[in-house]
T-cell receptor, first 109, second 115 residues
């Protein structure tokens, strides 16, 4: 099925580093969402974006809704061990969410 | 626990058997969704209920799949004559209304393994 283009696929980072990931689509969305999923669990909503150009923060997380409505990025500042997991972007089209394939965040030992 | 509850958490079944999963949404949430997620991928939409009415079904939902929400509360997803390709995490989510600040909450999922 249709999926968004999410990159990078995975990231190895040192604790304390900033992280950036993004998501693009060939079509427009009116809502962009960012989720985090831990192994064996369901996705948990981190940030929701409803307006083109909107920049929203949730603690150390900041996300932006691209002005073209075809992209979004998520930044994590000063990463900590509990940030490991898979981050997904999703665009909402009516009641249906279209998802990226995820960015796996791994903390270097 | 007032979140979305899914049972069972794990199911191993032999090919050809029927399986049924249950989802209990957050109380008073009128919208319920089923998604399927395979390893290394994001979830894919399967079906959507508003109250007891099933309003949309994905083409991914073959004739072997059926979902119900008889009283507009809990929902069941049944897979008949399971195939190995059905092995996946089945996620349920619920929400109230639509639009801003009404995003769906997901359950922990049911992991199906068909052997």
């Amino acid at each position: 099925g249709q999926q968004l283009n999410q990159s990078p696929q995975s990231m190895f980072i040192q604790e304390g580093e900033d992280v950036s990931m993004n998501c693009t689509s060939s079509s427009i969305f009116n809502t962009w969402l960012w989720y985090k999923q831990d192994p064996g669990e369901g996705p948990v909503l981190l940030i929701a974006l409803y307006k083109a150009g909107e920049l929203t923060s949730n603690g150390r997380l900041t996300a932006q809704f691209g002005i073209t409505r075809k992209d979004s990025f998520l930044n994590i500042s000063a990463s900590i061990p509990s940030d490991v997991g898979i981050y997904f972007c999703a665009g909402r089209r009516n009641y249906q969410l279209i998802w990226g394939a995820g960015t796996k965040l791994i903390i270097k030992p | 626990d007032t979140g979305v509850s899914q049972n069972p958490r794990h199911k191993i079944t032999k090919r050809g058997q029927n399986v049924t999963f249950r989802c209990d949404p957050i109380s008073e949430h009128n919208r319920l969704y089923w998604y399927r997620q395979t390893l290394g991928q994001g979830p894919e939409f399967l079906t959507y209920f508003q109250n007891e009415a099933q309003l949309e079904k994905s083409r991914l939902l073959s004739d072997r799949f059926s979902a119900e929400r008889p009283k507009g509360s809990f929902s069941t997803l049944e897979i008949q004559r399971t195939e190995q390709g059905d092995s996946a995490m089945y996620l349920c989510a619920s929400s109230f209304g639509s639009g801003k600040n009404t995003e769906a909450f997901f359950g922990q999922g049911t992991r199906l393994t068909v052997v």
